[in-house]
Every structure is written in structure tokens, then in C-alpha cells.
T-cell receptor, first 112, second 112 residues
Framework: DAMVIQNPRYQVTQFGKPVTLSCSQT?????MYWYQQKSSQAPKLLFH???????NEADTPDNFQSRRPNTSFCFLDIRSPGLGDAAMYLC???????????FGPGTRLTVL | KNEVEQSPQNLTAQEGEFITINCSYS?????LHWLQQHPGGGIVSLFM???GKKKHGRLIATINIQEKHSSLHITASHPRDSAVYIC??????????????FGKGTLLTVNP
């Protein structure tokens, strides 16, 4: 089935140790999003790609970076995770032709 | 005031009951989304609406564009319906149609 896949589902890292989260999609969608969701809060958009065009939200910390090497894959790099970065990280995709977003299952990040 | 307001915030029901969750928004939209998130889990898109009504199994979503209001109904509720239900809207101006504005969610608990 076409879908959005996130790996790993659970990630534990140490304070300050770089970590990379992965998202892949088989939907061939133009747009890929990364959201951060903290407990009992709505998802917060960090950035998105429209094809290769990267769009950063104004309040996304510099600690968060992203790469999209091809249509199918998008990575979220956290350069120096702090305790406040512990959250669920959600990847979503959207076709360029309509507004429906398809979400992956999320990666829950724990920072020790 | 949030651009997307949901009510109620918490809802407890007995198995078999008819459930209604409401969403009001104050901005122009191109589409309204109903999303489901089980505790600790990722997000699943239930519906995307720009007008009228949609039905999928026991779930029904309606939208009234003039009143800027949408409802999500669950018929014959079941404990497995227990989750957070999130209303989100896509904007309709400038580049805002790429971005979802989320409500705070409604936590539904269905008891057996």
C-alpha cells in the first residue's frame, strides 16, 4: 500500500548528541512536512519542502535542519538535542494538486 | 482567540452512543480536515471537506461554509474510537494553503 513511513518509531538520544529522523513516502507527493508535537499540544510545523524548495517556518530553531535528497525521502536532523526537544515528530506529505495531508506514524524522541 | 476552536475538549460516552464533535473557524479556508490520533500514536486523516458532507463507515463529517462550522459524528460508538480528534484547516490566501492550522483537539473516551 502507498504510505508514509517513519523510522525509527522510537528514538532515544543523549543531550547534545546529533540525531537524524527519517521519513519516506510511496505516494510520489510533491510536498513533505515535518511537525513537532509535544504532549497534549497540537502539531507545530517546523518546515516543508515543495519538491526541492525548502521552506522554514520563522520560529523553527536553527538546531533543526532538514534534507530531501529525492522525492521519496526526507530527513530531520537535530544537531544538538536539548531536553526540550523531546517530542513526537510527524512527517506528512501532500500532492501539489490538493490540500489533503497524509501523516506518518511519527517518531517519538526521548532526550536523556 | 484561536483561529480554530473545537468543542468539547473532553468527551466521555458509553459504547453505542452517537457522538458529535464541533469545530468553528474564523479564517477563510480552502479545506477543513478531521484527523484522529490514538494516545501516543501518529495521526490519521479521516476526512477532508470543502463543502457538504462525507461519510466513511460510522463516521460522518459535515461543513457549513457560510457559518464556518463543521461537525464530526460517530454513530454506534465503540471503545476503539477512543482517541483525540483534531480539526484543522488549510488557508485560502497567498501561500497559506500549504499550511494546516490545528484546533486543540477533542479527547474522546468510549467506555464499554
Amino acid at each position: 500500500d502507498a504510505m508514509v513511513i517513519q523510522n525509527p518509531r522510537y528514538q532515544v538520544t543523549q543531550f547534545g548528541k546529533p540525531v537524524t529522523l527519517s521519513c519516506s513516502q510511496t505516494l510520489n507527493h510533491n510536498v513533505m512536512y515535518w511537525y513537532q508535537q509535544k504532549s497534549s499540544q497540537a502539531p507545530k510545523l517546523l518546515f516543508h519542502y515543495y519538491d526541492k524548495d525548502f521552506n522554514n517556518e520563522a520560529d523553527t530553531p536553527d538546531n533543526f535542519q532538514s534534507r530531501r535528497p529525492n522525492t521519496s525521502f526526507c530527513f530531520l536532523d537535530i544537531r544538538s538535542p536539548g531536553l526540550g526537544d523531546a517530542a513526537m515528530y510527524l512527517c506528512a506529505t501532500r500532492s501539489g494538486y490538493n490540500n489533503e495531508q497524509f501523516f506518518g506514524p511519527g517518531t517519538r524522541l526521548t532526550v536523556l | 482567540k484561536n483561529e480554530v476552536e473545537q468543542s468539547p475538549q473532553n468527551l466521555t460516552a458509553q459504547e453505542g452512543e452517537f457522538i458529535t464533535i464541533n469545530c468553528s473557524y474564523s479564517v477563510g479556508i480552502s479545506a477543513l480536515h478531521w484527523l484522529q490520533q490514538h494516545p501516543g500514536g501518529g495521526i490519521v486523516s479521516l476526512f477532508m471537506l470543502s463543502s457538504g458532507k462525507k461519510k466513511h463507515g460510522r463516521l460522518i463529517a459535515t461543513i457549513n461554509i457560510q457559518e464556518k462550522h463543521s461537525s464530526l459524528h460517530i454513530t454506534a460508538s465503540h471503545p476503539r474510537d477512543s482517541a483525540v480528534y483534531i480539526c484543522a484547516v488549510s488557508g485560502n490566501s497567498g501561500g497559506s494553503n500549504y499550511k494546516l492550522t490545528f484546533g486543540k483537539g477533542t479527547l474522546l473516551t468510549v467506555n464499554p
